[in-house]
């Protein structure tokens, strides 16, 4: 006897023209290599009204209830977890490190990020189960995917591949990579700068892209920090470059034009604060202390590159 599948088309074909010859049920199972409790069945599941059997009708039928057969989501009976979960979502984490969280302080009990994300769609059929939260408010690409893409203006003293090993590889706290980010016209913008290896991220207001308060903006973000290196875009903003090398004790190094890869760990970052800072935003009505609130959010948030530690938690690991 083979193991047990579904009939298929195919097969409930061959049971409707053995049953029109008027093989009894056990005869079509020996035939069918089925058992006859399966064949048996599949015939009082799936006939018509008056009894009699059609393969293409049986076939429906059978679609029919798999696409309404789901397993209930398990936070539907789990309140406890439910509230837990929403409570991560408002603290603005990803669900994936949600699910890593819940399994660190709860070793023999699986969350998958799945359950999470079904958690949060909702339809006619189907409201949230997180009524608090949604993908637009509390996911980062606000349950879409998008995509962004960004020359030299400036001549740099040092560029991207004589960057020394030690920040390359990621092998010691600050080796740091610069950006801004720019609200509506005329709005303002941040200038943000992150740790390589730590991922630690701080910054500074700006009122606009003039390259004196672009010098200031970044040595205010990165006053008392080590600061081993520093990688920046060709962006006129930071043509004042070697004053920030001064002051900050350390070397600017530049990536090439349009390969915003090269500084993928900034990129990544400026990412999450579009989050909270969308474009467009008047960056003039910004205070100092609410940015430093969103940093704190993003810098207490577990990461995956970082084995499920928050940027926070992993300096205090290295020091």
Not at 59 to 70: A, F, V
Not at 272 to 290: A, I, M, Y
Request: proline residues 5%; glycine residues 6%; positive net charge.
């Amino acid at each position: 006897m083979r193991s047990y599948h579904h009939f298929t088309l195919e097969d409930r074909g061959s049971l409707y023209e053995l049953q029109k010859e008027g093989k009894s049920v056990r005869e079509i199972a020996r035939i069918l290599n089925r058992a006859p409790s399966s064949v048996s069945r599949e015939i009082a599941r799936n006939c018509n009204k008056d009894g009699s059997y059609n393969a293409w009708r049986a076939t429906i039928l059978y679609i029919i209830r798999r696409r309404k057969s789901h397993r209930p989501n398990r936070l539907e009976n789990e309140p406890n977890l439910r509230h837990w979960i929403a409570g991560k979502l408002n603290l603005f984490w990803p669900p994936e490190a949600i699910t890593v969280r819940w399994k660190q302080e709860h070793p023999d009990d699986k969350l998958s990020w799945s359950t999470i994300y079904r958690a949060l769609r909702s339809s006619k059929q189907k409201p949230r189960l997180i009524k608090e939260c949604s993908p637009k408010r509390n996911l980062r690409r606000r349950g879409k995917r998008t995509y962004t893409h960004n020359s030299y203006t400036i001549h740099p003293d040092h560029v991207i591949t004589e960057r020394p090993e030690e920040a390359n590889q990621r092998t010691r706290l600050g080796e740091w990579e610069g950006d801004t980010i720019y609200g509506g016209i005329g709005k303002g913008l941040v200038v943000t700068c992150v740790d390589r290896k730590s991922r630690f991220t701080c910054g500074a207001l700006l009122q606009s892209r003039n390259k004196e308060q672009t010098k200031e903006a970044v040595v205010q973000a990165l006053q008392g920090r080590t600061v081993h290196s520093l990688t920046l875009d060709n962006g006129s903003e930071f043509a004042l470059f070697r004053e920030f090398e001064q002051e900050l004790k350390t070397t600017v190094y530049f990536a090439h034009p349009h390969s915003p890869w090269e500084r993928g760990t900034n990129e990544n970052t400026n990412g999450l604060l579009r989050f909270f800072f969308p474009k467009g935003t008047n960056f003039h009505k910004v205070t100092q202390q609410e940015l430093d609130d969103v940093l704190y959010l993003i810098n207490s948030r577990p990461r995956k590159c970082l084995g499920w530690l928050s940027p926070i938690e992993f300096i205090r690991c290295c020091t």
